[in-house]
């Protein structure tokens, strides 16, 4: 992925029927990590708040679904006081994740309503809009329209709930979609990474085949209160505009102003598989419609099952945000968003939430891992050297690190641009292996019981890994912030949020640990955990 001078990351838009749950949460959680990531790259960080000028996350709520008016009416009460009620449950999740995003957008605000009446007008008024007859098929639960032929590969019903489609025939005004396809395919062609990963992308251009259709991007206004809802059409009251459309403009809602203008276009779009049609074809389209510049990448992840099996209300076995905040009270939230973002399906393959798992890895990668491998530092520099790191032998650290580890900092780049999170901190772990192995190979603490004849090796060999250790957590913090920053308090050596990635990531360089260093042992990060253990409750 290109490294653009400024960073703009995006969830989807989150509908308010409903609370959220994991899905929701990962899906943010994985703008987050990118965010973060790119916060660390650019050194660009405000002092103020510890964000990046130079990166924008966003993510926030659709609001305008039918489902909304049916969920109200449901609890008694309006539809904006049910949006108001859930929204905030999604700002609390994302706030409990540690999720730092730049703006919440709902789309009932003022500033995004205005900003999607404006996109339309100019969609008219170069005549891509135009009123029509719709007949067809429509999933309501959804708030979708098939053509006939994704309808028939479907059975007619809903691919995502299994709901029964419905059978429409109404009065619309369309999007000339079709005028798009000849450009939407060239610049498929020219940027094999705008769909990613690759079996998405070839998902998309499978159905290029079938032809692009124009779609509705209005619902008639009727006696029925749902259809009361929504944003109406510039000019006519008796339309409202497709929740669906209203939705997409977010993205450009936000930052179409004087003060974030030059964040467009974004960086990445993270979705969920469901909604890669809008975002892959439609949003482009409309995109090219308006003059505007296309995304980099519309990222589409899979979804989560637990325990082998599919999620649903009618089987209960969501994992909720109560589920999810058990985990994290019992193992820590950073342990919990470690799990989610290296075992998660961001490729495209489904996922397990298993509680198995969850101890395999925790205790792996963390207790035994990272948590181990610093107390074990910690602990003989304590020992050996009352908690001050020795003077050591430059050259012999650098052959070292040249030996072992140099390309765990370039592979952590090189895949974290490229979205590859799992692989990202798989590189940032192996630096830990790569400690673990040191002192399994040389063994100081057998040194150290000779530290007149091996006390300057056995300096090298803890300096060494110190260092090792703090590049490790540097590169593991976009993940767990909040156990990088206790460690990095521990060993006195917070890194200067004003200073690029690389910078803080050179070897044995200037901002690197140096000799009479204090590094206090600290409190365990990780306490190992018992595999024979039930599920938080």
């Given at each position: 992925m290109p490294e653009p001078a400024q960073t703009y990351i995006t969830t989807p838009i989150?509908?308010?029927?409903?609370?959220?749950?994991?899905?929701?949460?990962y899906t943010t959680l994985l703008a987050d990590v990118t965010a973060r990531f790119y916060r660390l790259l650019g050194g660009q960080s405000d002092?103020?708040?510890?964000r990046s000028q130079d990166v924008f996350f966003l993510t926030g709520t659709d609001e305008h679904a039918d489902k909304v008016v049916t969920s109200a009416a449901a609890h008694n009460v309006t539809p904006?006081?049910?949006?108001?009620?859930?929204?905030?449950e999604f700002k609390?999740?994302?706030a409990f994740m540690n999720c730092s995003n730049d703006d919440f957008i709902r789309t009932t605000e003022d500033r995004h309503k205005s900003k999607v009446l404006e996109y339309i007008r100019a969609l008219q008024k170069k005549g891509d809009i135009y009123l029509g007859d719709y007949v067809g098929w429509f999933d309501e639960s959804q708030e979708e329209y098939l053509t006939e032929t994704a309808a028939k590969e479907a059975s007619f019903v809903s691919p995502v709930t299994g709901k029964p489609l419905v059978k429409k025939v109404e009065k619309n005004y369309f999007f000339k979609l079709s005028a798009y396809q000849a450009k939407l395919q060239a610049h498929f062609d020219a940027n094999p990474s705008f769909?990613?990963?690759e079996a998405r992308r070839n998902e998309?251009?499978?159905?290029?085949?079938e032809g692009l259709q124009d779609i509705p991007i209005s619902r008639a206004v009727t006696a029925d209160p749902t259809s009361q809802w929504g944003i109406k059409m510039p000019d006519d009251q008796s339309h409202r505009i497709y929740v669906w459309i209203d939705a997409l403009f977010n993205y450009l809602s936000v930052v179409d102003t004087p003060e974030r203008q030059n964040f467009w276009p974004p960086t990445v779009h993270y979705i969920a598989k469901d909604i890669l049609w809008f975002h892959a074809v439609i949003w482009p389209a409309l995109l090219m419609a308006l003059d505007r510049k296309l995304p980099a990448t519309v990222y589409s992840h899979a979804y989560w099952v637990r325990d082998g099996r599919k999620m649903s209300k009618s089987l209960g076995n969501f994992v909720t945000i109560e589920v999810l905040q058990a985990y994290a009270s019992k193992y820590s939230l950073d342990a919990l968003r470690w799990y989610l973002i290296t075992q998660g399906p961001q490729g495209a393959t489904d996922a397990d939430f298993s509680h198995a798992k969850f101890v395999e890895v925790y205790n792996a990668d963390l207790a035994n891992g990272i948590g181990n491998c610093a107390s074990r530092v910690s602990n003989m520099i304590e020992k050996y050297f009352e908690g001050k790191v020795p003077e050591y032998q430059s050259t012999w650290i650098d052959r070292r690190w040249e030996t072992t580890s140099a390309d765990a900092v370039p592979a952590y780049l090189t895949a974290a641009k490229e979205l590859d999170l799992s692989a990202a901190f798989e590189a940032a772990s192996s630096l830990i292996k790569d400690v673990d192995d040191l002192i399994s190979e040389t063994k100081p603490f057998t040194l150290a019981k000779d530290m007149a004849t091996n006390g300057q090796e056995v300096a090298n060999i803890l300096a060494c890994c110190a260092e090792s250790i703090r590049i490790a957590s540097i590169m593991l913090a976009p993940a767990m912030p909040q156990k990088m920053a206790e460690l990095w308090a521990a060993w006195?050596?917070?890194?200067d949020a004003s200073a690029p990635l690389a910078e803080l990531c050179a070897f044995n360089g200037p901002r690197g640990i140096k000799p009479g260093h204090r590094i206090a042992k600290g409190a365990a990060l990780f306490m190992r955990a018992?595999?024979?253990?039930?599920?938080?409750?």
């Open positions: 989150y509908y308010v029927n409903d609370r959220p749950h994991i899905g929701h949460c002092a103020g708040n510890g904006i006081q049910w949006a108001d009620k859930n929204a905030e609390k999740a994302f769909v990613l990963p998309v251009l499978g159905r290029f085949r006195n050596c917070t890194p018992d595999t024979a253990e039930a599920p938080p409750a």
